[in-house]
């Protein structure tokens, strides 16, 4: 994997990878209801579907009187280590890096990428960076009085992704590209592909190919290193669709 050297670098790393995740869990749940007891600790999803993830792990919060996010080790409400334990990780992390973002304690909203102003993309951020160094993908962030913004980290067997398919690969893809904060889209795709266990060659013009089972997908890029086309091939055999 490339260096770590700024958050920017966790950022593009986990935006793909990251982004399928948030997906599927939309397909797992569909509408629903959340409900989270962090004394117990208990994390409960009602709705289309009831299910408790059998873990889960505060990262911090977000809240908009101080404009600053709070990493969940430094919350002075004394929550059980168990579910503060992964950010604590995430600091040493942050330390290890030399960014101050993951390991001070509190973050201004204005320090982060692209000065966000809302408790939703702080928490976005942050919690997307969290991802890479803390190995779990699956997020999940809400409200919890004030426009306090409030994210942890989920875990179920229902939320690990299915294997790679070729229209929901393309989609992610597109949608990255033109959803999501990436400062470097050749980083972003390889990450991606490494991560889901995609074959992956760069093309004599510089471009990428992606191989995954039954397809493959062509990335273009422009002079400046943004993607400019991507194609889907379908490969004969079982896996085509």
């Known amino acids: 994997m490339p260096k770590i050297t700024a958050l920017t670098d966790l950022l593009d790393d986990a935006a793909l990878f990251s982004l399928e995740h948030q997906l599927h869990l939309v397909d ?3 509408e629903h209801n959340w409900h989270v007891d962090l004394q117990a600790p208990r994390f409960d999803f009602v709705g289309e579907r009831t299910l408790t ?5 505060l990262l911090g919060s977000a809240a908009p009187g101080p404009g600053s996010w709070m990493w969940a080790w430094a919350n002075p409400s004394g929550f059980p280590e168990e579910l503060t334990r992964l950010s604590a990780e995430v ?3 942050g330390e290890r890096l030399g960014i101050p973002e993951l390991a001070n304690a509190e973050v201004p909203f204005a320090a982060l990428p ?3 102003q809302h408790p939703a993309q702080v928490a976005f951020l942050l919690t997307e960076a969290a991802k890479v160094l803390g190995g779990r993908w699956t997020s999940y962030t809400g409200e ?9 980290l989920i875990e179920h067997p229902e939320f690990t992704l299915p294997a790679p398919e070729p229209a929901r690969t393309m989609r992610v893809i597109q949608q990255a590209v033109a959803e999501l904060p990436l400062s470097d889209h050749r980083r972003a795709l390889a990450g991606y ?3 889901r266990g995609l074959g992956q060659q760069t093309t004599p013009d510089g471009g ?3 191989t995954g089972p039954g397809f493959e997908l062509g990335v273009e890029f422009d002079d400046r290193g943004l993607v400019a086309r991507t ?3 379908a490969q004969p055999g079982p896996h085509a669709r």
């Open 28 to 30: 797992v749940l569909g």
């Open 53 to 57: 993830c059998e873990r889960f792990h």
């Open 91 to 93: 600091r040493a992390h």
């Open 114 to 116: 692209g000065n966000p």
């Open 144 to 152: 919890v009085g004030g426009g306090t913004r409030v994210a942890c």
């Open 193 to 195: 592909a490494a991560r």
């Open 208 to 210: 990428l190919v992606l």
């Open 231 to 233: 194609s889907l091939t």
